[in-house]
């Protein structure tokens, strides 16, 4: 079992002028305590599971690239990027610079997209939920073309694209990897078995059935299911003093026995950034031995 680090809250005690080097003193504890990777949202707007609109947010992007040069080891991802909210031209162009510029690191997490509240306050296109899942496939379409090289011109419902032209070419072999984002059943699932690398699902109670359709979905579509990397998200809690180190390690243990290889999630009070010396030393060496 892996483990990763999803930073989706930006609202800190030092405030705006300390968050870029709040940022990176806690990328670079989470790379060197062995999180396997990092992520942000791709939310322009804070949500509000986790507060209000007006709270601090980066755009995901170019947090990903200063993110890039803070770690070492950590793939860098979207959990996850709406594809209604770059075309997929230019979506595939910037993880390929992230690609290029951390070495190797980056992955594409991607999903139909969900926000119509930032959407519409930002200006961003927010099509119906069917157009949003058209415009998906045709983007994951999209993005492998350009990630593997192949030039050829696109013409979809959505998007027609004249010469996919990505120069330099991705480093990851052998290509970027694709994760989507979401437990759909008949359509996120299905998107899964025939373009991603990864899928992200939430621990939901009826967790095996997803897995199971998404094993069907794989058969449907002649896919190998065990070639999907099954990705959960867990939120880090260590408590107030560390004392849930074991309850999380029970817990890996158990996600490991459903089948998933990373648990992925956010850390309460990340800034602190003790707390990643407890990673090193108890959860990782756990983690790895599951």
Known sequence: MRLGLHISNFTWPEGPARLGPVLGEIASA?????????????????????????????????????????????????????????????????????DILSGGRAMLGIGAAWNEEESRGLGLLFPPTAERFERLEEALKICRQMFDGDETAFEGKHYRLGRLLNSPAPLARPRVPILIGGGGEKKTLRLVAQYADACNLFPVPDIDRKLDVLRQHCADVGRDYDEIEKTVLYNWDLGEKGERVGEIIDDLRRLAGHGFTVAHGGLRNAWDTKQFEIFQKEIVPAAEAL
Do not use: N
């Open 30 to 98: 989470a790379d060197e305590a062995g999180f396997e990777r990092i992520s942000v949202m791709d939310h322009l707007w804070q949500i509000a599971v986790i507060g209000p609109p007006e709270h601090d947010m980066l755009e995901a992007y170019t947090a990903l690239g200063f993110l890039a040069g803070q770690t070492k080891r950590a793939k860098l991802l979207t959990l996850v990027t709406g594809v209604v909210y770059r075309d997929p031209g230019l979506l595939a162009k910037a993880v390929t610079t992230l």
